[in-house]
């Protein structure tokens, strides 16, 4: 029998931490494709995937209905190329797996071994929406950084979605650092490291014992005839407009490279070449400051400008003052900028998308994640009101269809000390 529940913590808490059908009935329902709200909506999610979502759906039978009485549903928050899972804290060496400037490794490294899904961030961001992100090593000293992931933000041991994701690489100003001092040092690195990559495809054991003086590793070769050959996304790091047009020029020798532009400060000077080459962008929404000299024509309207030229673009979430949740507000800017005359932003359901479904597109698994359609994995948040209105805030978190605990370290530290009582000796946490 159908069991409407009560929408308080108490009774999301007490819900089993298993798969199982849940209705959430009377929402405005974000669909996380690009198209606008719906009013008196309906998700449905059964055994870890989305059945359906939209208006006039059916509520199964025996289902766990949750009557929202119009708060808003959308997918879980995706965060772009973060190092989430990957430091407890930065300023300490011995918690920080972001990059290896000893190890004979670059492009063979792989993130995945290393992602703490206990670390406190994961459940301050898993608190705030956040649900996937997509893993980025960092370089020191080698303009390949490695092999990055896609991780969920759950409650539970099993973290990593798909490891070996994508292959990350520095090919603007901080290419140039990595290869010795200078843009054609990066690039003539890169192409030499794929051209010992396809020596060693065609005669391993001759690989083998040059490999001392070699620029890469076994290791790496494999990593990168994955990259050669389409398997795996290269994903670039660049910024000044004429870096963007080099890098896309790459599909002239390497015409089965599955490339992804990251950062795209000066993207909108080049909007159209990136357009027709199809290759997805994953930029900073709101990157208005020449901070260097590779970003001296960076403006607010980069992505809205990206987007009417057709660019696939999400938004990224490296660098997100406060948290990687903070992308949401960057969405909702974007959405504020297209009042402000001569400013070029996107329409509410298109920054939702760059959030949420755009992330994962820029992956190729947006089959498999970032929206609500009919499939997908069932990563659902609940919200109290607009998700990129700054005060609404998540009232229940789902992954893979389990309900998350709505409690972090943080929450724990102000329930702890909101109100101070004396006693013989100090608080200590419960325990488990």
């Given at each position: 029998?159908?069991?409407?529940l009560?929408?308080?913590?108490?009774?999301?808490t007490?819900?089993?931490a298993?798969?199982?059908?849940?209705?959430i009935?009377?929402?405005?329902?974000a669909?996380?494709d690009?198209s606008?709200?719906i009013?008196?909506?309906?998700v449905?999610?059964?055994?870890?995937?989305i059945?359906?979502?939209g208006?006039?759906?059916?509520?199964?039978a025996g289902?766990?209905?949750?009557?929202?009485?119009?708060?808003w549903?959308?997918p879980?928050?995706?965060?772009?190329?973060?190092d989430?899972g990957?430091?407890?804290a930065?300023?300490?060496?011995?918690?920080?797996?972001?990059?290896?400037?000893?190890?004979p490794?670059?492009?063979?490294?792989?993130v995945?071994?290393?992602?703490n899904?206990?670390?406190?961030k994961?459940a301050n961001e898993?608190?705030a929406?956040?649900?996937r992100?997509?893993?980025?090593?960092g370089?020191?000293?080698?303009?390949?950084?490695g092999q990055?992931a896609v991780?969920?933000?759950g409650?539970?041991?099993?973290?990593v979605t798909?490891p070996?994701?994508?292959?990350y690489?520095e090919?603007?100003?901080?290419g140039?650092?990595d290869a010795g001092?200078?843009r054609?040092?990066?690039?003539?690195?890169?192409?030499?490291?794929l051209?010992?990559?396809?020596?060693?495809r065609?005669?391993?054991?001759a690989?083998?014992?040059r490999?001392?003086?070699?620029?890469?590793?076994?290791?790496?070769?494999?990593?990168?005839?994955?990259?050669?050959?389409?398997?795996?996304?290269?994903v670039?790091?660049v910024?000044?407009?004429?870096?963007?047009?080099t890098?896309l020029?790459?599909?002239?020798?390497?015409?089965?490279l599955?490339?992804?532009?990251?950062?795209?400060?000066?993207?909108?000077m080049?909007?159209?070449e990136?357009?027709?080459?199809?290759?997805?962008?994953?930029a900073?929404?709101l990157a208005?400051?020449?901070?260097?000299?590779?970003?001296?024509?960076a403006?607010?309207?980069?992505?809205g400008?990206m987007?009417?030229?057709?660019?696939?673009v999400?938004l990224s979430?490296?660098?997100a003052?406060g948290?990687?949740?903070?992308?949401?507000?960057?969405?909702g800017?974007?959405v504020?900028?297209?009042r402000?005359?001569g400013?070029?932003?996107?329409e509410?359901?298109?920054?939702?998308?760059?959030?949420?479904s755009?992330?994962a597109?820029?992956?190729?698994?947006?089959?498999?994640?970032?929206?609500?359609?009919?499939?997908?994995?069932?990563?659902v948040?609940?919200?109290?009101?607009d998700?990129?209105e700054?005060?609404?805030?998540?009232?229940?978190?789902?992954?893979d269809?389990?309900?998350?605990?709505?409690?972090?370290r943080q929450?724990?530290?102000r329930?702890?000390y909101l109100t101070?009582n004396?006693?013989?000796?100090?608080k200590?946490y419960?325990?488990?």
């Amino acid at each position: 029998m159908i069991r409407a529940l009560l929408l308080s913590a108490a009774a999301l808490t007490a819900a089993p931490a298993v798969a199982q059908t849940v209705a959430i009935t009377g929402a405005t329902v974000a669909l996380g494709d690009g198209s606008a709200p719906i009013r008196n909506g309906t998700v449905v999610f059964r055994d870890g995937r989305i059945v359906a979502a939209g208006e006039n759906v059916a509520v199964p039978a025996g289902a766990e209905v949750i009557a929202a009485n119009g708060k808003w549903v959308s997918p879980g928050l995706i965060a772009g190329f973060t190092d989430l899972g990957l430091q407890d804290a930065g300023g300490i060496e011995e918690s920080n797996d972001t990059s290896a400037s000893s190890s004979p490794f670059a492009a063979a490294i792989d993130v995945s071994p290393a992602i703490n899904p206990a670390g406190a961030k994961i459940a301050n961001e898993r608190l705030a929406g956040v649900t996937r992100a997509l893993i980025a090593p960092g370089t020191a000293g080698s303009i390949f950084a490695g092999q990055g992931a896609v991780i969920d933000l759950g409650d539970d041991p099993d973290a990593v979605t798909r490891p070996r994701a994508f292959q990350y690489v520095e090919l603007g100003e901080g290419g140039a650092r990595d290869a010795g001092g200078s843009r054609p040092a990066a690039y003539a690195l890169f192409r030499d490291a794929l051209s010992q990559a396809q020596d060693y495809r065609r005669n391993p054991a001759a690989f083998g014992g040059r490999e001392r003086a070699s620029l890469i590793k076994r290791g790496d070769a494999d990593a990168l005839l994955k990259v050669i050959d389409g398997q795996v996304p290269l994903v670039v790091h660049v910024e000044r407009a004429s870096d963007i047009r080099t890098v896309l020029g790459l599909v002239r020798d390497y015409p089965r490279l599955r490339l992804v532009l990251t950062g795209v400060s000066e993207g909108w000077m080049v909007a159209r070449e990136i357009a027709s080459a199809k290759v997805p962008v994953v930029a900073a929404a709101l990157a208005d400051l020449p901070e260097s000299f590779e970003a001296l024509a960076a403006t607010e309207s980069n992505v809205g400008r990206m987007r009417a030229a057709g660019v696939q673009v999400a938004l990224s979430a490296a660098g997100a003052s406060g948290g990687e949740h903070n992308i949401r507000q960057y969405a909702g800017n974007l959405v504020a900028i297209t009042r402000v005359p001569g400013a070029t932003g996107l329409e509410w359901g298109q920054a939702l998308a760059a959030i949420t479904s755009g992330p994962a597109a820029a992956l190729a698994m947006e089959g498999e994640l970032g929206s609500l359609k009919s499939g997908r994995r069932a990563d659902v948040v609940l919200w109290d009101g607009d998700p990129l209105e700054i005060e609404s805030q998540p009232v229940a978190v789902w992954i893979d269809g389990r309900p998350q605990p709505m409690r972090s370290r943080q929450t724990d530290l102000r329930d702890r000390y909101l109100t101070p009582n004396e006693g013989p000796l100090p608080k200590a946490y419960d325990r488990r």
